[in-house]
């Protein structure tokens, strides 16, 4: 088939990732790269043989040559960057957060609606191995109609170094990180239709919210608990694994610690190990999150070219986005929140 071409937009610390996977994406090649910063981009220009380069993103579209484009910039920047692959009928993969408030994520969606192009928000964690194992033993009937579930990331690790701009801003766990784990949910029992939420900051060096509690109802009668924090010090550091539990009628799911998948049922307990692959490239803790990456972007190829909708499609975001601000609204005002009211 057809090899597609695609342009980078933004080379800062996550997009070090998102280049390695592109290596290694069957169908594609990143052939031009955007940076406003020119160190970033001899940086990354040099370490991946990328002669195209470019401190405007107006100046590559006009310059064009490519079938799609990966964004991966900050969100102040995304819907500006997703308009403008709009206007040029250029398919686009947004980094998340996808937009600063929902109305802004819903005109960027409606936006590559008109222009017919396709948009996907790079909402991998759903990509990672042990979450689709999860999944798959759900789809299996391991366990009958699950009633309950949890999805845990607690943690210590300093995130901050990486990526200081995460100290700045006015909320940080639950737009930064509950955004992942709230999609997992989705993922895996299915759309909500309210919740009820509490978050607090811990870290007093840090502008937002370091800890949150987030209960959903989901429209299939399940009930599931998200918790999140970085203010979680442990005797032995789980970052960056989502720990699942699901009790269905028929038996229970744990993915606990370490990458151990447990399924109890009627036919008793199996026990398997699920962990990531640690990709040439990648290096721990990261491993589990690289390889999602390159699972994710290794979909939208797939995907475009067989002109069919992506799991993470913009569209589809917008119900994780609307958890993200609900549960900001519920913490604010201490009540639940009508989920399906917002996105309407």
């Not at 020119?38 to 579209?61: S, T, W």
């Not at 998340?96 to 960027?108: D, G, N, Q």
């Not at 901050?160 to 999609?183: K, N, W």
């Amino acid at each position: 088939m057809t090899e597609l071409k695609g342009a980078l937009i933004g080379c800062g610390f996550f997009a070090i990732n998102q280049m390695h996977a592109w290596n290694d994406v069957d169908g594609a090649d990143i052939v031009a790269i955007c940076d406003r910063d020119p160190g970033r981009l001899k940086i990354v220009g040099d370490q991946f043989g990328i002669e195209r380069r470019y401190r405007d993103a107006e100046a590559m579209f006009a310059d064009g040559g490519f079938d799609f484009v990966d964004i991966a910039t900050t969100v102040q920047s995304h819907r500006a960057l997703v308009e403008m692959a709009a206007r040029n009928r250029v398919p686009a993969i947004c980094q998340k957060p996808f937009a600063k408030t929902l109305s802004e994520a819903k005109a960027m969606v409606e936006a590559c609606r008109n222009a017919g192009v396709a948009l996907m928000v790079h909402e991998n964690f759903r990509w990672q191995t042990p979450v689709q194992a999860v999944r798959k033993a759900l789809a299996a009937n391991a366990i009958g109609k699950p009633f309950w579930g949890r999805f845990s990331f607690r943690s210590g690790y300093d995130v901050f170094s990486g990526q200081p701009y995460l100290a700045e801003g006015e909320r940080f766990i639950i737009e930064d990180l509950g955004i992942h784990t709230l999609d997992i949910a989705r993922y895996i029992l299915g759309d909500v239709s309210s919740l009820t939420a509490r978050a607090e900051r811990v870290n007093p060096g840090i502008k937002g919210e370091d800890v949150a509690t987030i209960l959903l109802d989901h429209e299939n009668g399940a009930t599931s608990v998200v918790d999140v924090s970085y203010a979680t010090k442990l005797s032995k550091e789980p970052f960056p694994e989502t720990l699942i539990e699901l009790d269905g009628a028929e038996g229970t799911i744990r993915l606990s610690q370490g990458y151990r998948l447990e399924i109890t049922n009627g036919r008793g307990t199996t026990t398997m190990d699920v962990s990531p692959r640690l990709l040439p490239w990648a290096s721990r803790p990261w491993h589990n999150i690289q390889e999602s990456v390159g699972a994710i972007q290794q979909h939208w190829v797939d995907q475009l070219k067989r002109g069919e909708e992506h799991s993470t499609s913009g569209a589809d975001n917008l119900k994780t986005f609307a958890l993200v601000e609900a549960a900001y609204d519920s913490a604010a005002q201490r009540k639940t929140v009508d989920v399906k009211a917002m996105l309407r």
